[in-house]
């Protein structure tokens, strides 16, 4: 199926499986804009591609979830480290996905779909992580269910892979 992109203006390059393409051109792999339209829904949750205008609501709540991150992840807390997520989610072998309330529009984590095998395998990882404040409500299982369907009906892969940390509860 066709991919939505992620939206971003940098006027950097970027490459894809097609090649090297200018950021913030009409060429760009990226759209331009407010934030994006979801994808889709669960009962409480809209479900996004990440765009550059979710930076700001990202970095907020990425910074103020440093505490409940440490020592598992480093979510992005910086207009670049924002950037770098937003340029590998448009390569064909990652995706990602913004998980937002329906009730407000606050952010609540990310799920990845990342290193995808295609051929006869079809085969990726799957990571995700709440932002403080929506941790321990449901709300990342509503937002994984979704990607995790996502991820064998739309994408096509056979086979998702999730590594815990056992000590992460």
């Known amino acids: 199926p066709a991919r939505p992109t992620p939206a971003c203006s940098t006027g950097e390059s970027v490459g894809t499986s097609t090649g090297p393409r200018a950021v913030g051109t009409n060429d760009s792999p990226f759209q331009h804009g407010a934030v994006s339209s979801p994808l889709g829904s669960t009962e409480r949750l809209a479900v996004h591609l990440p765009s550059e205008a979710d930076g700001p609501d990202v970095i907020e709540a990425a910074l103020a979830s440093k505490d409940l991150h440490h020592p598992w992840l480093v979510a992005p807390t910086t207009d670049e480290a924002w950037t770098t997520f937003l340029f590998r989610i448009v390569e064909s072998r990652h995706h990602g996905f913004l998980l937002r309330t329906l009730a407000d529009g606050s952010v609540v984590g990310i799920v990845n779909v990342s290193d995808i095998i295609q051929g006869s ?4 990882h799957l990571s995700y ?7 321990g409500q449901g709300l990342m299982t509503e937002g994984v269910g979704w990607a995790v369907d996502h ?7 056979h086979r998702l892979e999730a590594n815990i940390q056992p000590g992460n509860r």
Do not use: N, P, Q, R
């Not at 992580?129 to 941790?135: D, N, P, V």
């Not at 991820?151 to 892969?157: Q, R």
């Open 129 to 135: 992580y709440a932002f403080t404040g929506h941790e």
């Open 151 to 157: 991820a064998f009906d739309e994408i096509g892969l």
């Open 121 to 124: 395998f079809w085969s990726a």
